[in-house]
């Protein structure tokens, strides 16, 4: 993890992982978890995985598992030096419920999140349906953009 200056100006990308998972991550696949450009911080996809169990595990109910993934992002951000305060843009990727409606408890619990963190701040969001995630049992993958610093909306 690295220092993140919050006057900083640099056009430079800034590489951080969580510690944890996101560090297994980054040794077995090659990735981060989040880059940083100036005010700007971008993401990857995460997802409801426990960061102290052997990977993959996911919570068995799908609500707990979409809290996690929160938690998870709140994490990466973190290490970025933002918040979710700071967030601009929300993808999110759900494996239905049932087939052709990805399914009232995705999109309930992630607007609870979304009012429970964010306050009063409304990002734009896509949230697509897909077939399968990264891993087995996991249904749901999220990935943010935020904006910190002097350059917040």
């Given at each position: 993890?690295?220092?993140?200056?919050?006057?900083?100006?640099?056009?430079?990308?800034?590489?951080?992982?969580?510690?944890?998972?996101?560090?297994?991550?980054?040794?077995?696949?090659?990735?981060?978890?989040?880059?940083?450009?100036?005010?700007?911080?971008?993401?990857?996809?995460?997802?409801?995985?426990?960061?102290?169990?052997?990977?993959?595990?996911?919570?068995?109910?799908?609500?707990?598992?979409?809290?996690?993934?929160?938690?998870?992002?709140?994490?990466?951000?973190?290490?970025?030096?933002?918040?979710?305060?700071?967030?601009i843009s929300v993808n999110s990727y759900h494996v239905p419920e049932s087939p052709g409606f990805i399914g009232e408890t995705h999109n309930r619990v992630m607007v609870e999140?979304?009012?429970?963190?964010?306050?009063?701040?409304?990002?734009?969001?896509?949230?697509?349906?897909?077939?399968?995630?990264?891993?087995?049992?996991?249904?749901?993958?999220?990935?943010?953009?935020?904006?910190?610093?002097?350059?917040?909306?």
């Amino acid at each position: 993890m690295h220092e993140v200056n919050e006057k900083a100006t640099t056009t430079q990308p800034q590489f951080f992982t969580t510690p944890g998972h996101g560090e297994r991550l980054q040794a077995e696949t090659r990735y981060s978890q989040a880059v940083r450009i100036g005010d700007r911080v971008e993401i990857s996809g995460q997802g409801g995985w426990h960061s102290d169990l052997p990977f993959p595990t996911f919570p068995e109910d799908l609500e707990a598992e979409i809290v996690q993934t929160f938690e998870n992002i709140e994490r990466t951000l973190a290490a970025a030096g933002a918040t979710w305060r700071d967030v601009i843009s929300v993808n999110s990727y759900h494996v239905p419920e049932s087939p052709g409606f990805i399914g009232e408890t995705h999109n309930r619990v992630m607007v609870e999140q979304f009012r429970e963190r964010m306050g009063d701040r409304t990002p734009i969001w896509t949230e697509i349906g897909v077939p399968a995630l990264a891993a087995p049992k996991m249904r749901v993958e999220i990935r943010v953009t935020a904006i910190t610093g002097d350059s917040r909306v």
